[in-house]
């Protein structure tokens, strides 16, 4: 089964020609303490709960199963995406904590008010870095989301600020517009699925998030990048929101002139998002062409839905591949279903090494949970014979210009994955080739398909929480708060406080920059040694397999004060954060002694180091300055974190230099 069809997907097109539009949704986790409660500070508190925003890897205590339906919203409709996630028939399992979930995140009580700090600082951010206008109150909305990563069945989020022809951000001299900001709960954490059941864990679910949409003003895949580092590097340097892994992620609103709005959900990986954008214009152009040739074959959703598929497992009793042995021998079926004049386009390419096979694929995924398709325009291959592949065509009487598609898994899931199949081809055929829908990210580049494109009737209000006025004593700490633009924050690093260019540009995004100001301002310490230990030592120790979670602003505050009051030594900052973190309940200069880090006076210093170079006065003889390396470990292997290292090598090289 072959055709003369250019199935190779195009490396590139032109962006310009083809009217590329791409907006984006950038959102990141908000750093804000539900109350005054020094862990809060730490890791930040839920949106509607005092619980921490603490993401955990030890197993959790508590395990919940729940299957979910579709009810109708505020317009009396069921929404399309609700809908599609009902059809899957899924069961959920939910993983908790005792000690840092509660009962609002299982969604066994009402909500508690809003987390006001967190509601500030969206507010502030969206006011003055911006330039949003602030709605007059906060309207709590349920969104309807019944894919399991929410225990309610929605999401709840409230639009906080809008765009004006002044709220724009400026990316290589161009400027893109931003549309709206909306605070938002993040979703439940999802940790695996298995057939039909999904398992999510609640230590992410609540956690604030804000939601920052430009205007669809991006018109090229670099222009996207540089967007998305802007708007991060901007949000980064309030100090106002969450740094790491998992804290942000980008929804791609991606669209061609002949296509339509597509949605690319959840990326993470911020290199990637060029090649994302690329692709999607690719795949929507090439949807396109893959429509005229289904047109000019005469293939209808009629046609397709006509066929019924047939179970052909009885062909495959004696194949050799491991993947049929095993499905049939677990009592699944091998389901057989002709595509009408389909032949050569089932390895008809929509994106870079994807297939219409794969789209087909990811839909009976997504639909039913079944993980295993082969068809026609791939085979024999894969431990299938050519003489199972001429059976299948006789069973299923596949004729010269059809194609064929093989489901292996329980039968009535290889159905519902069918009728998924014929559903989608229908919508490809009445919507012009181009459906709205959301597409999931895949770590090539490409987009699999997801879920259709949610409508109105996901939105209505939550019933749990009143409306909420801006008073006039909220607005005034709004346009109170000042925030510095990162590259001016960084050149009065270098100026004023003689950091290093790359050490300044890393203190600018990093989300404790305001507790660097605080400390530098406060105490006599040099800022590079407070910078270094905030990027650098910082991580070295968490690779060390502490938790650096349990160092709190206040600990950190308590630490820099010991080294302005010379109570301890820059050296002894390492030894001092691992003893906080082992001895949480300890005040840090009640460590010291403990941990043998009293800082010794200058005159035991002199003595310990006039010792070691008359110890060592042969090597010195010998090697002249170069026994200093030799020299600085033994002294160090005495005085480490009793005395700075720069003291120690002052007075070695004196010693050194006295004796020559």
């Not at 925003?53 to 299957?67: G, H």
């Not at 700075?644 to 004796?659: E, M, T």
């Given at each position: 089964m072959s055709s003369t069809i250019k199935t190779k997907a195009p490396e590139n097109i032109d962006f310009t020609k083809e009217g590329l539009m791409v907006g984006l949704e950038f959102h990141q986790q908000v750093l804000a303490p539900y109350n005054d409660q020094d862990r809060?500070?730490?890791?930040?508190?839920?949106?509607?709960?005092?619980?921490?925003?603490?993401?955990?890897?030890?197993?959790?205590?508590?395990?919940?199963?729940?299957?979910?339906?579709?009810?109708?919203?505020?317009?009396?409709?069921?929404?399309?995406?609700a809908q599609f996630e009902k059809n899957k028939q899924s069961t959920t399992i939910y993983e908790a904590f005792t000690d840092t979930t509660c009962l609002i995140e299982l969604d066994e009580e009402p909500i508690l008010p809003i987390n006001e700090e967190a509601l500030f600082r969206t507010l502030a951010i969206s006011k003055k870095?911006?330039?949003?206008?602030?709605?007059?109150?906060?309207?709590?909305?349920?969104?309807?989301?019944?894919?399991?990563?929410?225990?309610?069945?929605?999401?709840?989020?409230?639009?906080?600020?809008?765009?004006?022809?002044?709220?724009?951000?400026?990316?290589?001299?161009?400027?893109?517009?931003?549309?709206?900001?909306?605070?938002?709960?993040?979703?439940?954490?999802?940790?695996?699925?298995?057939?039909?059941?999904?398992?999510f864990r609640l230590d992410r679910l609540g956690i604030p998030l804000i939601e920052i949409a430009t205007s669809p003003d991006i018109r090229s895949p670099e222009e996207a990048l540089a967007t998305a580092k802007r708007i991060g590097g901007l949000l980064r340097t309030t100090g106002y929101v969450k740094r790491g892994q998992g804290t942000i992620r980008q929804d791609l609103n991606v669209s061609i002139t002949r296509g339509t709005r597509i949605e690319i959900k959840g990326v993470s990986e911020l290199d990637l998002l060029p090649l994302y954008v690329k692709n999607e214009a690719i795949r929507q152009s090439r949807m396109l062409e893959l429509l005229d040739i289904m047109e000019s074959r005469l293939i209808t959703p009629k046609k397709i839905r006509a066929v019924k598929p047939i179970d052909v497992s009885k062909i495959f009793k004696k194949c050799e591949a491991k993947f049929v042995k095993s499905a049939l021998k677990k009592g699944e079926s091998i389901t057989g279903f002709r595509l009408p004049q389909f032949a050569g386009l089932l390895g008809f390419e929509l994106q870079s090494d994807y297939r219409l096979g794969t789209e087909f694929a990811e839909i009976s995924k997504v639909t039913a949970g079944v993980g295993g398709i082969l068809h026609s325009?791939?085979?024999?291959?894969?431990?299938?014979?050519?003489?199972?592949?001429?059976?299948?065509?006789?069973?299923?009487?596949?004729?010269?210009?059809?194609?064929?598609?093989?489901?292996?898994?329980?039968?009535?899931?290889?159905?519902?994955s069918i009728d998924g199949i014929k559903d989608m081809i229908s919508m490809w055929m009445t919507n012009g080739g181009i459906v709205p829908e959301v597409r999931a990210p895949r770590a090539n580049g490409t987009t699999g398909f997801l879920r259709p494109l949610p409508g109105k009737a996901r939105m209505y209000p939550e019933t749990d929480s009143k409306p909420l006025p801006l008073s006039a004593e909220l607005l005034d700490r709004i346009e109170k708060t000042k925030f510095e633009m990162p590259e001016d924050r960084a050149k009065r690093y270098t100026k004023n406080l003689k950091l290093s260019k790359d050490l300044a540009d890393q203190l600018v995004l990093h989300p404790q920059n305001t507790l660097f100001e605080e400390i530098v301002n406060k105490y006599k310490v040099e800022p590079k040694l407070v910078a270094n230990t905030l990027i650098s030592t910082i991580v070295d120790i968490r690779r060390q397999g502490f938790d650096v979670t349990l160092l709190t602003n206040a600990k950190y505050i308590e630490l820099f004060q010991l080294v302005s009051d010379s109570l301890i030594s820059a050296d002894a900052i390492s030894q001092m954060i691992i003893g906080i973190i082992e001895n949480p309940s300890s005040k840090a200069k009640d460590l010291i002694e403990t941990l043998g880090l009293t800082k010794m006076d200058s005159s035991e210093i002199e003595d310990i180091i006039t010792q070691i170079i008359e110890e060592h006065f042969d090597l010195i003889k010998e090697r002249g300055m170069g026994a200093m390396g030799n020299l600085?470990?033994?002294?160090?292997?005495?005085?480490?974190?009793?005395?700075?290292?720069?003291?120690?090598?002052?007075?070695?090289?004196?010693?050194?230099?006295?004796?020559?």
């Open positions: 809060s500070v730490t890791y930040g508190s839920k949106l509607f709960c005092p619980c921490p925003a603490m993401l955990r890897d030890d197993d959790s205590d508590i395990q919940v199963t729940r299957k979910f339906r579709a009810v109708s919203g505020e317009t009396g409709d069921i929404d399309i995406t870095i911006f330039n949003l206008e602030l709605v007059d109150e906060i309207l709590v909305n349920r969104k309807a989301i019944i894919d399991g990563s929410n225990t309610s069945g929605f999401q709840r989020t409230s639009q906080i600020a809008y765009g004006t022809k002044d709220s724009f951000i400026t990316v290589d001299g161009k400027k893109i517009g931003i549309y709206q900001a909306n605070l938002e709960e993040d979703s439940a954490k999802n940790v695996g699925k298995e057939g039909k059941t999904r398992k325009d791939e085979l024999p291959k894969f431990g299938i014979t050519q003489e199972e592949v001429d059976s299948v065509i006789k069973i299923l009487k596949v004729k010269d210009n059809d194609g064929f598609i093989l489901i292996i898994g329980p039968r009535n899931l290889a159905n519902l600085m470990g033994k002294a160090m292997a005495q005085l480490t974190g009793k005395a700075d290292g720069k003291l120690i090598s002052d007075l070695i090289r004196n010693g050194i230099q006295n004796r020559l």
